[in-house]
């Protein structure tokens, strides 16, 4: 009796003791997640420093962090007003962008005949540089914030467009199967499995588009355009203010950094699960 009646107790302290040590690797994994990227935030800051004062670097060619500190809180209104026509192209693009891909990823997959015909053609465009499609575009729709919305959606435009037609042939067979057993629609198989079973392929290429728009937006303001990050950055290499330039640089890399943390967050939120096959 004495036996039987101590087995049980010693089940839960076993049970006890792993749960605590799951939850202490739990704890270790999340400090290692925050502690890590910092130190490597560190050693890139303190490299920087120490190149610049070991070489004697001159601070019109590359100025120390602390210089490029101080200017961003002494010029935080410039940097700031500057920043926010580059946030809106930005957003603009990175919407418009990956509507058109998901609309015309949807097409694709229902028609195979225009996804032969139209996809080379969408490579192709792909292949053409940015700083190439720009300057076209912006001879097209002007010096407005048209062409920095355009470019800046067609940087997010093919990630998106080979993801999202990836995603939406990733649907499971068999349940595929079922579907057409149950004499659903392809409406009703695209949004209740295909849809779903695109998402982490999906999510997977917003988190890219979100950092490129920022960058189509910048190189749309490099062509044409007298406000913006892209136009600060020209504005302060002209003038050799490179602690400007530093920090407009800081400037747009946070704002990239962002919308890739609007996106992973709105990832966590929606997609719960994640097939083994993506990575």
């Given at each position: 009796?004495?036996?039987?009646?101590?087995?049980?107790?010693?089940?839960?302290?076993?049970?006890?003791?792993?749960?605590?040590?799951?939850?202490?690797?739990?704890?270790r994994?999340?400090?290692?997640?925050?502690?890590?990227?910092?130190?490597?935030?560190?050693?890139?800051?303190?490299g920087?420093?120490?190149?610049?004062?070991?070489?004697?670097?001159?601070?019109?060619?590359?100025?120390?962090p602390?210089?490029?500190?101080?200017?961003?809180?002494?010029?935080?209104?410039?940097?700031?007003?500057?920043?926010?026509?580059?946030?809106?192209?930005?957003?603009?693009?990175?919407?418009?962008?990956?509507?058109?891909?998901?609309?015309?990823?949807?097409?694709?997959?229902?028609?195979?005949?225009?996804?032969?015909?139209?996809?080379?053609?969408?490579?192709?465009?792909?292949?053409?540089?940015?700083?190439?499609?720009?300057?076209?575009?912006?001879?097209?729709?002007?010096?407005?914030?048209?062409?920095?919305?355009?470019?800046?959606?067609?940087?997010?435009?093919f990630?998106?467009?080979?993801?999202?037609?990836?995603?939406?042939?990733?649907a499971?067979?068999?349940?595929?199967?079922?579907?057409?057993?149950?004499?659903?629609?392809?409406?009703?198989?695209?949004f209740?499995?295909?849809?779903?079973?695109?998402?982490?392929?999906?999510?997977?290429?917003?988190?890219?588009?979100a950092?490129?728009?920022?960058?189509?937006?910048?190189?749309?303001?490099?062509?044409?355009?007298?406000?913006?990050?892209?136009?600060?950055?020209?504005?302060?290499?002209?003038n050799?203010?490179?602690?400007l330039?530093?920090?407009?640089?800081?400037?747009?890399?946070?704002?990239?950094?962002?919308?890739?943390?609007?996106?992973?967050?709105?990832?966590?939120?929606?997609v719960?699960?994640?097939p083994?096959?993506v990575?």
């Open positions: 009796m004495t036996t039987s009646a101590r087995a049980p107790s010693a089940d839960l302290l076993e049970t006890d003791a792993g749960a605590i040590a799951h939850r202490l690797s739990l704890k994994k999340r400090w290692r997640a925050r502690l890590l990227p910092a130190l490597g935030v560190f050693v890139l800051l303190f920087w420093w120490a190149i610049v004062v070991g070489f004697e670097v001159k601070p019109f060619i590359a100025p120390s602390f210089m490029v500190l101080n200017t961003l809180y002494a010029k935080r209104a410039i940097l700031l007003d500057n920043l926010i026509p580059t946030a809106l192209e930005a957003a603009g693009g990175f919407l418009l962008g990956n509507l058109v891909a998901i609309l015309m990823a949807t097409v694709f997959v229902h028609n195979k005949t225009l996804n032969d015909i139209f996809f080379p053609v969408a490579l192709m465009l792909n292949a053409i540089p940015i700083v190439a499609k720009a300057p076209v575009l912006v001879l097209m729709m002007g010096n407005g914030v048209e062409p920095k919305i355009a470019i800046a959606a067609l940087v997010c435009f990630p998106t467009l080979v993801n999202m037609v990836r995603g939406l042939d990733a499971n067979p068999q349940a595929m199967e079922l579907m057409r057993v149950l004499s659903a629609s392809k409406t009703e198989v695209f209740k499995l295909r849809l779903f079973s695109s998402l982490p392929y999906l999510f997977s290429a917003l988190r890219i588009a950092s490129m728009s920022v960058i189509g937006a910048v190189v749309g303001e490099w062509i044409g355009s007298t406000q913006g990050i892209g136009a600060l950055i020209l504005q302060a290499t002209y050799f203010d490179s602690a330039l530093y920090s407009a640089i800081v400037m747009s890399a946070c704002l990239s950094g962002s919308f890739f943390l609007i996106i992973a967050l709105l990832e966590r939120w929606l719960r699960w994640q083994q096959h990575h």
